[in-house]
C-alpha cells in the first residue's frame, strides 16, 4: 500500500516535533525556562521576578510537585529556581540540575515577596512573560509563546536581543490531520522509521514501574495493582502509577506528547502494558505507539494544546482506545466505532489543573478506552446524534474542539478563581495556625 511521500515526512515531523523529554509537569517547568532565559540575559544577580502568564499556564503549575523542590509547588517557586539556575539550555528538563540550595534560595525569594505573578491580559493559551530585576532597577525580559519552549522575545533594559516570529494558532495546536491516512501511514511506514519511539517506551515504562514500587501521590496504580476491593487492572494500574509519581515530583523524565507528559503517558503506557499482556511484537508496539500519538495530537488539534479538557482523558484516551482495538486484532472500522464511544464517553472531563489527582483522571480515561475498545471489537458503536457523537467521526473530534474552546473558555477562568481562592485559603488558614503555635 503506498502512502504519498510528502504526507509522511510531515507524520514523521510531528513524532520528532511533538514527542519531546521532560521532567516533571510541563507548565511550571516552562516558567523556570523562561526565567532562566530572563536571568541569563540579566547578566546581573535576580533580584526579583514578575511574571505574567495565562490562566492555562497558571493553573496547571498552581499544585504539582516540582521535581527534587521538596514538595514545593507553584508558578513562584518554578520561577525563582529557573532565575537562579540559569540552565535554560535544559529547557524542560530544567529541573535536573536542583540542588537542595536552590530550593532554599528560591523559597527566601519567594517568602520574601521577590516573585510576582499575574494573568496575562492576551488570548494565548501559552503565554509567559517574565522580568527579571537586579538589586539596581536594571531589567531583562524573556517571553515564551504558543509552545512550551518557543522564545518570541528577549530583551535587555528595553533593547532586542532576539526575536521570533509569532507561532500562528495552526502550529500551536498542531495540523490537522485525517484519520485514515494515520492508519495508514501507522500501518505501512519501515519499522525503522518509528525507532524515534524506543524512547518513550524505556522511559515512560521506566516510570510507570517506579509509581508501582514507591509511594506517590494517592498511590492510585499502587492501589488498583494490590487492593482486594479493586479487581486489578495492569494497564490502568501501570498509567495511573507513571501519573501518581510525575505529579508528585518524582526525578524521572517522561517522553511527552503535545508539551504534556500525562498526555504522552496516557497515549503510551496502556498500550505498552497491553502489547505485553497480548504477546505482541515489539514491532506492532511501535506502528501502535505511533498511531496513539498522532491521535492524541490530532484531538489536540482540535481542542487545543491547552484547553479547559482534560487533554490526557480526552485525547490520549482516545488515542489509547483507537490502539488497543489494533492490538486485539481489529478492524479499520472497529478503531471508528472505539473513537466514538470514547467521545462519547470523556467528553465531559475537565482539566482543573496538573496535580497529584490526575492520576485518578487517568486510571478513568484508561478504564473507558479498554471499555470503548471491547464494544468495538463486538461490533458496538456509538451513533451519530448521541450527545456530541456525529455519523462522522472527524466531526466528532470537530464536536470536541468546539466544546473544548469556545464552549468552556469560561469554565477555564472559573475552575482558576476556584483554585486561587482556594491557595488563599489554605495559606491564611496556615498562617494562623502559624500564630497560633
Not at 539596581?136 to 512550551?148: K, T
Not at 506528547?257 to 502489547?275: C, E, F, K, Y
Amino acid at each position: 500500500m503506498s502512502f504519498p511521500a510528502s504526507l509522511a515526512s510531515s507524520y514523521m515531523d510531528l513524532l520528532h516535533q511533538e514527542i519531546q523529554i521532560a521532567l516533571g509537569c510541563t507548565e511550571p517547568a516552562a516558567v523556570a525556562f523562561c526565567a532562566a532565559t530572563a536571568a541569563e540575559s540579566l547578566k546581573k544577580p535576580v533580584f526579583r521576578l514578575a511574571v505574567e502568564a495565562s490562566p492555562y499556564i497558571l493553573k496547571n503549575a498552581m499544585h504539582v510537585g516540582i521535581p527534587g523542590a521538596k514538595g514545593l509547588s507553584g508558578a513562584p517557586i518554578a520561577a525563582a529556581i529557573g532565575s537562579l539556575l540559569q540552565q535554560s539550555e535544559r529547557k524542560l528538563e530544567i529541573f535536573k540540575a536542583l540542588t537542595d540550595e536552590m530550593v532554599g534560595l528560591a523559597r527566601s525569594m519567594v517568602d520574601e515577596g521577590r516573585v510576582t505573578i499575574r494573568i496575562a491580559q492576551n488570548d494565548e493559551k501559552v503565554w509567559i512573560d517574565t522580568r527579571a530585576f537586579a538589586f539596581d532597577g536594571s531589567s531583562a525580559r524573556a517571553v515564551v509563546q504558543g509552545d512550551h519552549t518557543h522564545i518570541l522575545l528577549v530583551e535587555r533594559e528595553g533593547k532586542t536581543l532576539h526575536a521570533a516570529a509569532k507561532l500562528p494558532q495552526a502550529q500551536t495546536c498542531g495540523p490537522r490531520m485525517m484519520l485514515r491516512d494515520i492508519y495508514t501511514f501507522c500501518m505501512t511506514t519501515p519499522p525503522e522509521n518509528l525507532a524515534c519511539l524506543e524512547d518513550v517506551i524505556r522511559l515512560n515504562g521506566a516510570v510507570a514501574q517506579r509509581g508501582l514500587e514507591e509511594s506517590f501521590g494517592l498511590q492510585v496504580g499502587r492501589m488498583v495493582a494490590q487492593s482486594r476491593f479493586v479487581k486489578g487492572d495492569t494497564a490502568v494500574a501501570m498509567t495511573a502509577a507513571a501519573v501518581d509519581a510525575r505529579m508528585d515530583g518524582c526525578m524521572m523524565p517522561v517522553m511527552t506528547n503535545m508539551g504534556s507528559g500525562n498526555q504522552g503517558l496516557t497515549a503510551s503506557v496502556p498500550l505498552i502494558a497491553t502489547a505485553w499482556a497480548q504477546g505482541s511484537s515489539h514491532e506492532q508496539l511501535l506502528r501502535a505507539l505511533a498511531m496513539s500519538e498522532l491521535v492524541a495530537m490530532d484531538v489536540k488539534a482540535n481542542i487545543g494544546r491547552l484547553s479547559a479538557l482534560c487533554g490526557c482523558g480526552i485525547a490520549a484516551g482516545i488515542g489509547a482506545a483507537a490502539v488497543m482495538v489494533l492490538l486485539y486484532g481489529g478492524t479499520y472500522e472497529q478503531v471508528l466505532y472505539a473513537i466514538q464511544t470514547m467521545a462519547a464517553d470523556v467528553a465531559g472531563m475537565v482539566c482543573d489543573g496538573a496535580k497529584p489527582g490526575c492520576a485518578l483522571k487517568v486510571a478513568t480515561a484508561v478504564s473507558s478506552a479498554q471499555r470503548a475498545a471491547s464494544l468495538a471489537m463486538s461490533g458496538e458503536r456509538t451513533p451519530g446524534h448521541f450527545g456530541i457523537v456525529s455519523h462522522n467521526v472527524e466531526k466528532t473530534l470537530a464536536n470536541l474542539g468546539k466544546l473544548g474552546d469556545s464552549g468552556m473558555g469560561a469554565a477555564n477562568g472559573e475552575i482558576l478563581r476556584m483554585l486561587m481562592e482556594e491557595t488563599e485559603q489554605v495559606g491564611k488558614t496556615s498562617r494562623e495556625c502559624d500564630v497560633q503555635a
